[in-house]
């Protein structure tokens, strides 16, 4: 009976510890559908123009004349030199997190994802050096693994999505673009920001692969490594799990379209 009695009490101290730190606690719920931040509002992420263009010779006072009648009288299907702010579509999109760690002696591959990623990009298919992209939002409430208890862990504990519902990554370049690109084609670049996660900014590039699927859509991924140690990210000390990978790749599956 004594020992029982003591089994018993220990059970009790463990569920109240966990309880205490937020591991057998329901998460803050979104506060809402996310939407992207216009990107008129914001200083976003700008591709240089090449040197070459930058210093070439002002246009003379009639030549610049002649160049806008002839814009002026072009046919309209020659107008894909338009600049179009497309939008990510949440129905289409997804962002992933994944990492390994050891679950009750075997080696896990932990996957969480949502669908609540939000942004805008300002593209001319005719000249992307002027590409803008903006602030990328995910809701870190929304995310989820295959185990409730896990998921409780990371929104309570790791991420602190009560006091932190988003993290975002806010462009400041755009490496590796093309001059132009059509309908059909597929480009690979790189777009360097400051990502943050609860109330730590650090720089990140995310490795990116879009394809131009028509004048109005694009389809893409874009894939980023982090460190859990830049971030604080720690793990709770829970029975069962080990040697959580420090390493956590981030993907963004996206589809965007013309706003």
Do not use: H
């Not at 020659?78 to 997804?94: L, N």
């Not at 896990?108 to 300002?122: I, M, P």
């Amino acid at each position: 009976m004594k020992k029982q009695t003591t089994f018993l009490l220990i059970a009790l101290l463990a569920v109240l510890a966990l309880a205490g730190c937020g591991l057998l606690q329901e998460p803050e719920a979104a506060s809402g559908p996310i939407e992207a931040i216009p990107l008129a509002t914001q200083s976003a992420g700008v591709v240089d123009a090449p040197a070459e263009a930058a210093a070439a010779p002002t246009t003379a006072p009639t030549e610049a004349a002649a160049a806008e009648t002839a814009a002026t009288e072009a046919p309209a299907e020659a107008s894909s030199g338009a600049t179009v702010v497309f939008t990510i579509d949440q129905s289409a999109s997804q962002v992933r997190f994944q990492l390994d760690e050891d679950l009750r002696g075997q080696r896990t591959t932990v996957t969480g994802a949502t669908d609540q990623v939000a942004g805008q990009l300002s593209l001319n298919f005719a000249d992307l050096s002027q590409a803008q992209v903006g602030t990328i939002q995910i809701n870190a409430r929304t995310l989820t693994t295959d185990n409730n208890f896990r998921n409780r862990a990371i929104q309570n504990e790791i991420l602190d999505t009560g006091s932190f519902e988003f993290i975002t990554f806010t462009p400041t370049g755009i490496e590796g673009l093309p001059a132009s690109a059509a309908v059909g084609d597929t480009v690979s670049f790189s777009l360097v920001g400051d990502l943050t996660i609860r109330d730590i900014t650090m720089p990140a590039t995310f490795a990116v692969e879009a394809t131009v699927v028509s004048d109005s859509q694009i389809t893409g991924s874009a894939t980023a490594i982090v460190n859990r140690a830049d971030y604080d990210l720690q793990i709770p000390s829970v029975p069962n799990v080990a040697n959580v990978e420090e390493e956590v790749e981030l993907y963004i599956d996206f589809t965007a379209n013309a706003s």
